[in-house]
């Protein structure tokens, strides 16, 4: 992708209390870095910079699905190493956002990127509203006009090599990339923020952020459960793998029992019923379809509505053939599907212990769950 995300979380966040950096500590479940990962997911690579005592950890969590930078001595130093480490990789337009800032929402985010179609540099922040004061010692000393004064926010994104090269000549000790990109006389054009989109500071920030995933996430649960007889023939196609065996499986597709469950698991989130519903068995059009038609419409279905597919189990319940081996084969063509990294995806097999019909080698059961979450 042209697109890069440097989320920098190579702080250690001593305000916020606790003895984790605040980007570790947990948030509805999740640490609040994995929260910000999320919310750039499918945008472009996303490059996250930590501290070096962290990257044992960002390992652990990250299972690959980003690139790791270890962190400098300074903000602007971390911002600089993900710079260096995303040259020559064609990277056109860079968003750099702060890794405590785990609410981003995509309308802030889009309105970055689409405001570098006509500008090298943009930000998204907020104008600010409130009364400002001066003061000191505990006492108002005056105060401020507010007139063009706003809250700046990240991601704040550039064009990749204006900021690689105000980064290589900035002498060090921005409070933002916005500052850097400034010193080297780029213009920087404001795009819309939220009142959302904090900034994890202090302790009762958390509480806030709390309040305001339960009010935005909606998590939906759904289960499938598919059956299909053995007839005489030479392979079965299972979760999009074709694996050779005595015999197929009898359908008025092609039959794929787990990739029909996991459809059928998608759909039930969505209370949008089964296959059946949306490609009926009578008509002639589906004979022999590939149940990959299946599996993008649930999908597609489900991101137009918001929602994007957390994670799926896929259990296959047959005596033969063989699934351990191909297992990875089929959640890697799974997600190739659905458009996930295959760590979120799961197929695996048990026999039912030669009882029932599954037991008696006469047909495979698949039972799958998928989980979506609009954010």
């Not at 710079?83 to 889009?110: F, Q, T, Y």
Request: with cysteine; glycine share 12%.
């Amino acid at each position: 992708m042209s697109n890069a995300i440097i989320i920098v979380a190579a702080g250690r966040g001593t305000r916020a209390g606790g003895e984790t950096p605040k980007q570790w500590q947990s948030l509805a479940g999740q640490p609040v870095l994995a929260h910000t990962v999320a919310a750039f997911k499918g945008i472009g690579r996303i490059v996250v910079v930590l501290h070096p005592e962290d990257m044992t950890r960002g390992i652990a969590q990250f299972q690959g699905e980003v690139a790791l930078c270890a962190g400098g001595a300074s903000r602007d130093a971390s911002v600089r190493n993900a710079l260096e480490m995303l040259e020559g990789s064609g990277v056109e337009k860079v968003l750099i956002h702060d890794g405590a800032r785990p609410l981003v929402s995509r309308a802030v985010i889009d309105g970055v990127l689409d405001a570098l179609d006509s500008a090298q540099t943009a930000a998204p922040a907020l104008p600010v509203s409130d009364a400002l004061w001066t003061g000191e010692n505990g006492q108002v000393t005056g105060t401020q006009d507010r007139n063009g004064l706003y809250r700046a926010q990240t991601p704040q994104g550039f064009d990749f090599n204006a900021i690689l090269n105000a980064h290589r000549a900035h002498p060090g000790g921005s409070a933002d990339d916005v500052e850097v990109a400034r010193a080297a006389g780029l213009s920087v054009a404001i795009t819309r923020g939220s009142e959302d989109n904090l900034k994890i500071t202090y302790p009762e920030d958390f509480a806030r952020a709390e309040r305001l995933l339960g009010d935005k996430m909606d998590i939906r649960l759904g289960h499938g459960y598919d059956v299909h007889a053995f007839e005489p023939g030479d392979h079965v196609t299972l979760c999009g793998v074709t694996v050779a065996h005595d015999k197929k499986l009898k359908g008025h597709s092609d039959a794929d029992v787990g990739m029909h469950a996991l459809t059928d698991a998608i759909y039930g989130a969505l209370a949008e019923g089964d296959i059946g519903r949306h490609f009926p068995p009578s008509d002639p059009q589906w004979k022999g379809a590939a149940s990959e038609i299946f599996l993008d419409h649930a999908v597609k279905l489900a991101e137009a509505r918001g929602f994007r597919l957390g994670n799926a189990d896929v259990t296959l319940i047959c005596e033969q053939p063989k699934i351990g081996p191909h297992a990875i084969e089929m959640a890697q063509a799974l997600a190739r599907i659905i458009g996930i990294e295959p760590g979120r995806i799961s197929v695996k097999a048990t026999t039912s212990e030669r009882l029932g019909f599954t037991g008696r080698e006469e047909g495979i059961a698949a039972i799958a769950t998928a989980t979506l979450i609009k954010e």
